[in-house]
């Protein structure tokens, strides 16, 4: 399974970005999708999940600004960013974690997220 992550960018503040991730091969019926972002020198912190069923969760510093929506069809998971701050400058991680044995991380490449004026 490979997950390829696109999107990221520069954006000012106030702005928004929406950023993709396609998972191809075989991740299951029963599985999480997530997105993860890392700001330098902090660790890797999740940002959002959404099971497959559409139940999502949020940390509570993006709840009403980013938004995680997935396509089953398609295996692909999306975060629409709306405004923006500077503390959201990140390296982007998206995630699929099976549910079903085997359980299996797969962590795409990352994108980064950069918010400045």
């Known amino acids: 399974v490979q997950l390829q992550a696109s999107g990221g960018g520069l954006v000012q503040p106030g702005g928004s970005l929406r950023l993709s991730c396609a998972a191809s091969?075989?991740?299951?019926?029963?599985?999480?999708m997530g997105w993860y972002r890392q700001a330098p020198g902090k660790q890797r912190d999740l940002v959002a999940t959404?099971?497959?069923?559409?139940?999502?969760t949020y940390a509570d510093d993006v709840k009403d600004r980013l938004t995680i929506t997935r396509d089953n069809a398609e295996n692909t998971v999306y975060l629409q960013m709306n405004s923006l701050k500077p503390e959201d400058t990140a390296v982007y991680y998206c995630?699929?974690?099976?549910?079903?044995?085997?359980?299996?991380?797969?962590w795409g490449q990352g994108t980064l997220v950069t918010v400045s004026s």
């Open positions: 091969g075989s991740i299951g019926r029963v599985n999480v």
């Open positions: 995630n699929v974690r099976t549910l079903l044995p085997p359980i299996v991380n797969y």
């Open positions: 959404i099971r497959r069923g559409g139940s999502t």
